[in-house]
Nanobody
């Protein structure tokens, strides 16, 4: 079994910054893509940013230029630096990872428990 443990998040004023991290641990061979999603109550979960094992990234249009995703493969950890935060960034943020769980190449997707980010205007 693999666990994703998130940290960071909290309350910040509009224009401020927050940093999230998500560490994977457990029975894994390697990790392919890692990413961050967010979900506001009553809305669908949406992709915020994603990063491949080689470092290629994609971002939602709403966060381009403000958020930066990165990862440390030696620590199986993905980060999300969030700058110039807006009230509409308020949501529960979830990390996920496509984990290689066996030497045959079998992969599974795991999710973190979620961390609340609240931006006050």
């Amino acid at each position: 079994q693999v666990q994703l443990v998130e940290s960071g998040g909290g309350l910040v004023q509009a224009g401020g910054s927050l940093s999230l991290s998500c560490a994977a641990s457990g029975s894994l061979v390697s990790i392919n893509g890692m990413g961050w999603h967010r979900q506001d109550p009553g809305k669908q979960r949406e992709l915020v940013a994603r990063i491949t094992s080689s470092g290629s990234t994609i971002y939602a249009d709403s966060v381009k230029g403000r958020f930066t995703i990165s990862r440390d493969n030696t620590k199986n950890t993905v980060y999300l630096q969030m700058n110039s935060l807006k009230a509409e960034d308020t949501a529960v943020y979830y990390c996920n990872a496509v984990v290689v769980v066996s030497t045959t190449g079998l992969t599974r997707v795991y999710w973190g428990q979620g961390t609340q980010v609240t931006v006050s205007s």
